[in-house]
C-alpha cells in the first residue's frame, strides 16, 4: 500500500511557518487563517509521526525534524517559482533604499523609460537582505557591507562619495573653513549609517577630530532635510545630495572624498539572462557613472 502523502497546501503551510516563526504570520502570508493554518501543520506531524514545531508563547520554532523539512521546502518552493518566472516573466522589480529612490533614481528614471518605453518597471524601498523569488526582486542596489543572498549575481557599480553638507547659511554662521572647525559645529547623524562621520574623517585624514552628533535622525532623507533647513552639518553620500548642491541649497565646504562603501547591484540569478534585466544593468551602471564624474576636480578646487 502506497504511504499517504502530504498536502501541498500543509507543506506551504509549514514552510509559511518555519521561516517566518509565527504560524500568524504565515497565515498572513498565505491568505488563509491561523487555525487553517495549524491543522495543515498537525496533519502533518501525523502523516510523518514526528514533531514538527516547539510551539512558544513568542515564536514557533521548528524542531530539528521540521528544519531539514523546511530547507528542503524553501529550496523546493523557490526553484518552482524560478521556472514560473522564467516562463512568464512578470514586471522587473528594482530594490534599493528610500533615499536613494528619492534623491537619485526618480530624478532619472524618465531617462530609462525613454530608452526602453517596453520595459515595464516596478519599485522596492528596502535596504535590507532579501530573498529574489519570495520577495519578487529582480535586482537590488545595496552597500558592499550587507551580505547578498548566496546565489546573487554580483555587480559593481561605484565606490561611494561621502562629505559634510549644510546649508550656506549654517556655513556662514559657523565660519567652517578647516574641518578642526566642525568641532563648534551642530553635528548632525543618521541611524542608518552611524559611521558616516568616522568614515569621512578616517579618509580625510583627520581621524583624530573626536565629534560626537548632537542630533540623530532615522533615515538620510530626514537628516538631509534637517541639514538644509540649517539645523546643523551632516556627513552624506554625495549622490543624494547631487541636486540640492547644484541648486545652492546645500553646500559641501570641504568637498568630497571616496569611502570605505561600495554601491553593487545584486541580481537574481534565474532572471540574469533577461534582456531586460541587462538593459536595466547597464543604464544604472552607466548613470553611477556619470554621477561620479567631476566630483574630484570640484572637491580639489574646493579645497585650494
Known sequence: MRPPRPSLNALRAFEATARLRSMTLAADELCVTHGAVSRQIKSLEATFGVSLLTRGAQSTDPTPDGLRLAEGLSAAFNMIHATIEQLKPGPLTLSCSASIMMYWLIPRIGRFH?????????????????????????VAIRSSTIEPPKDAIIRDLMIEWIGPVCSPEYLDSVRLKKPADLARARVLSTKTRAQAWPDWLAASGNGALELRPQESFEHFYLLIQAAACGLGVAAVPHMLVMQDLRSGKLVAPFGFLPGPRQLVLWVAPHLGLRQEIQALENWLAAEMRASVTGIADSSTRRSQ
Do not use: A, G
Not at 125 to 135: A, P
Open 114 to 138: 525613454e530608452q526602453h518605453p517596453d520595459v515595464e518597471l516596478q519599485f522596492n524601498m528596502n535596504y535590507e537582505q532579501i530573498d529574489f523569488v519570495r520577495d519578487k526582486i529582480s
